[in-house]
């Protein structure tokens, strides 16, 4: 996760979320990243100055091997959630008041058998139904990717497909 | 100017899309699964298909998900490029996986929103549909 230069048309912070990248926020900037099947969740708690969102590649960590190469916080979806879930809470987040926004999951290889865009977002869904989380908005599926930008202060979310394949 | 499709079998929702919308373009409104797809058909026979469809999902007789597939059907049917079908927004208060995942995995739908909804909410619908500009230049077509 790096900073980038902002845009002159935006008054905030600009941050690049990469694939297995995650984190709390307390300060206002706009989180982009690149989605294909891979899946982003943003946390919001209104009025409390807490935000999250992060970007992971894989259904659950149950059904992978560890690999000590890679990062593994924010590897798969599950693990993801309640990684950044944990956290907010721990910050004082009412667990009742985080608002959760479901995106990406495109199947950008369609007719491969094995739709791990699919399956991340049933993943999502799943466990973020299982923690008692309301998910308040949601774009997914398609055979397009998503570009996605997350303001922190607002929890507002602004998505554009794209035509071309991308790797996340 | 933009056109929206508002599909809604409560009065109040309808209001309130009609409201957030004001200004932003022609808003029509269906009571209904059946007038929707009937004025969803007739914009697309007519080639001016709507940019943006709302629709509700428990509504009598036909139900949201089955409207947007038939919209989904007949824009295949007339055989509109991509670029002209219209960005299919789900507004339901259902909020449990399974439906979600059949809006927008089986059903068609671009989007989806968990009601109660706010302003904000349909102004980042809009935002993503491209009918409206985005206040952070990062989503501009250059960055793509």
């Known amino acids: 996760m790096h900073f980038v230069p902002q845009s002159p048309s935006s008054p905030l912070p600009t941050v690049f979320l990469s694939v297995c ?35 992971a590649l894989l259904p659950r960590e149950e059904e992978h091997k560890p690999d000590r190469t890679l990062g593994h916080a924010f590897r798969f979806v599950d693990r993801s959630i309640r990684t ?12 009742r008041r985080i ?3 479901v995106f990406g999951g495109a199947s950008i290889m369609p007719g491969k058998g094995f739709d791990v865009g699919r399956r991340n977002i049933e993943t999502a869904y799943d466990i973020l139904s299982s923690s ?31 035509g071309r394949t991308v790797t996340g | ?19 957030v919308l004001a200004g932003r373009g022609e808003c029509d409104l269906a009571v209904d699964g059946i007038e929707g797809v009937r004025l969803a058909g007739r914009a697309i026979m007519d080639r001016q298909p709507y940019d943006v469809i709302f629709l509700d999902i428990m509504m009598p007789q036909v139900s949201g998900l089955t409207a947007c597939r038939k919209i989904r059907e007949m824009e295949r049917a007339a055989g509109l490029p991509p670029e002209r079908v219209s960005h ?20 068609g739908a671009d989007a989806y929103l968990t009601k109660p ?28």
């Open chain 2, 1 to 19: 100017m933009a056109r929206f499709l508002v599909v809604d079998d409560s009065i109040s929702v309808r209001q309130f899309f009609q409201g």
């Open chain 2, 117 to 144: 909804v706010d302003p904000g909410a349909v102004r980042e619908m809009l935002c993503s549909a491209g009918v409206e500009q985005t206040l952070l230049a990062v989503l501009s077509d250059e960055d793509a």
């Open chain 1, 132 to 162: 008692g989380l309301r998910v308040t908005a949601s774009s997914v599926g398609g055979t397009l990717g998503r570009k996605l930008v997350f303001r922190t202060d607002t929890g507002e979310v602004f998505v554009k497909q794209i």
């Open chain 1, 84 to 95: 950044l879930l944990d956290e907010l809470l721990a910050r004082g987040a009412n667990r």
């Open chain 1, 21 to 55: 990248e995650g984190a709390v926020f307390v300060e206002p900037c706009a989180v982009r990243t690149v989605l294909g099947s891979c899946v982003s969740v943003t946390f919001f708690v209104p009025g409390e100055g807490l935000a999250a969102i992060f970007h």
């Open chain 2, 88 to 107: 299919v927004v789900i507004v339901s208060s259902l909020s449990d996986p399974a439906t979600m995942l059949e809006a927008q995995f089986e059903s």
């Open chain 1, 99 to 101: 608002e959760a926004k």
